[in-house]
């Protein structure tokens, strides 16, 4: 499910292959672990709010989380991101609410994750800094875009990397269809992976340091892209 971004023609030679998800406040609340398809529809007001900011802590993470807790966490920051990208793909979305989307879509990664994106119109993949990713998808001139979003899952324990840094894996499947003058013009399925990381930061709170965990998205994985099955 490669996220496609076409250098912005009508009817880009190489189109983009987008998450864009259902991200109200019902589809946020649901169980991290709900399988099934997530549908574009309603915008979130939350993603404008400012986030805290917090400072990185150099201590490395103890058995203080779960893989439960680990796996929640990292579905939701994936619920998150589809949010951000259906308010980038919807055309009567204001630019101060497209702003924010970018905002808070890029605050869910690790500094330096790629996003790699394909097409069923080449075998090549693409590789995308978030911030080149989420500029291009908002500026799509397709007329329509239909994504759905569906068997996401978290494949993988919390691991702790040669880095000493400690990762998991979530899994998915995406649909993406494109619209021109009324009439379906592209369209394909993927399959992809995308790293989490777990990260530990210390806040400050009425001048005390306290130290607290979150996860993070990071690289975004292309497995297969293929027309789909009508």
């Not at 069923?120 to 759905?148: A, G, M, P, W």
Request: glycine share 6%; charged share 30%.
């Amino acid at each position: 499910m490669s996220l496609i971004i076409c250098l912005f023609i009508c009817r880009p030679s190489y189109p983009f292959n987008k998450i864009c998800a259902h991200s109200n406040s019902a589809s946020i609340k649901q169980k991290a672990g709900d399988k099934g398809p997530v549908y574009a529809s309603d915008a979130v007001d939350h993603y404008g709010r400012t986030r805290d900011t917090v400072n990185p802590a150099s201590k490395e993470i103890q058995s203080k989380v779960s893989n439960e807790e680990f796996k929640k966490k990292a579905l939701f920051k994936i619920k998150e991101f589809q949010g951000c990208l259906y308010i980038l793909c919807d055309k009567k979305a204001g630019y101060e609410a497209q702003d924010n989307a970018v905002d808070q879509a890029a605050s869910l990664f690790v500094d330096g994750a790629i996003i790699e994106v394909s097409s069923i119109n080449s075998d090549e993949k693409k590789h995308l800094k978030v911030l080149d990713f989420l500029d291009k998808l908002r500026n799509l001139r397709y007329e329509h875009i239909q994504i759905t979003f569906s068997h996401v899952d978290y494949v993988s324990n919390i691991r702790k990397g040669s880095d000493g840094k400690y990762y998991g894996l979530v899994s998915f499947e995406q649909t993406f269809r494109a619209f021109s003058d009324g009439r379906l013009v592209y369209e394909d399925e993927t399959k992809k992976t995308t790293e989490v990381q777990l990260i530990v930061y210390e806040r400050n709170f009425h001048g005390d340091a306290i130290q607290q965990w979150d996860v993070m998205l990071s690289d975004v994985e292309v497995l297969g892209t293929k027309t789909p099955k009508q």
